[in-house]
Each structure stands twice: as C-alpha cells, then as structure tokens.
Nanobody
Framework: VQLQASGGGLVQAGGSLRLSCAASGSTVRMNDMGWYRQAPGKERELVAEISNGGATNYVDAVKGRFTISRDYAKNKVYLEMNSLKHEDTAVYYC?????????????????WGQGTLVTVSS
C-alpha cells in the first residue's frame, strides 16, 4: 500500500486546514485508516482513525475540533482540522492497516505515508 498525503501548510491559530491522503497499490483488505502526528521533541501519537465500518476515534486533544472522514470508493482519508492551536504544530502522517497472510496467520500490517507539515502560528 502506498499512501500520499497532502494539505499541510502554515496557518494562524484559530484557522483551519484539511489534510488528504490517497491509498494506492494493494488496497484490498485494508482496515482502519487514520492520522498520526509528531511534534518537535515529542513522540508520535495517534490523532484520529476511522474503521471500515465508519467508527471513529480521536485523541482527547483534538475532539470537537478535528473530523476524520473516508471515501471508501476512492481509498482516501481526510482530516478536517478547525480551531487550530499552536500545539497542533507537527508532522502529520497518514496510516493504513491491511490484513496480510503471514506464514499461514492473518496479521495486521501498518503502512505509513510521508509526513505533511502543519505549522500553526500563535
């Protein structure tokens, strides 16, 4: 699975950005898709994820401000980010889980896209 993310940039605090990610290649048996982020000097963290059934999960810090959505037909996932704060500044990574048969056992492999930088000026 190849993941191509776009939509990052510089925005003022309180502003909005929309990240997009397109999956290509072996997209059959893809499960959850989502977004992680890594701020300078911090560990990578899950921001939001969405299942094949549409169930969503968000880190507490972004609840009520970010919305994840998915276009299943186009194998795309989006992250709408509103009311951005300086602490949202990070490199955002698109991720996709895919079930793969490994030595006779089904396992979930996580694929990562290249990061896209979001900078929120205060």
């Amino acid at each position: 699975v190849q993941l191509q993310a776009s939509g990052g940039g510089l925005v003022q605090a309180g502003g909005s950005l929309r990240l997009s990610c397109a999956a290509s290649g072996s997209t059959v048996r893809m499960n959850d898709m989502g977004w992680y982020r890594q701020a300078p000097g911090k560990e990578r963290e899950l921001v939001a994820e969405i299942s094949n059934g549409g169930a969503t999960n968000y880190v507490d810090a972004v609840k009520g401000r970010f919305t994840i959505s998915r276009d299943y037909a186009k194998n795309k996932v989006y992250l709408e980010m509103n009311s951005l704060k300086h602490e949202d500044t990070a490199v955002y990574y698109c991720v996709a889980d895919r079930r793969e048969l490994v030595r006779g056992t089904w396992e979930v492999e996580k694929y990562w896209g290249q990061g896209t930088l979001v900078t929120v000026s205060s």
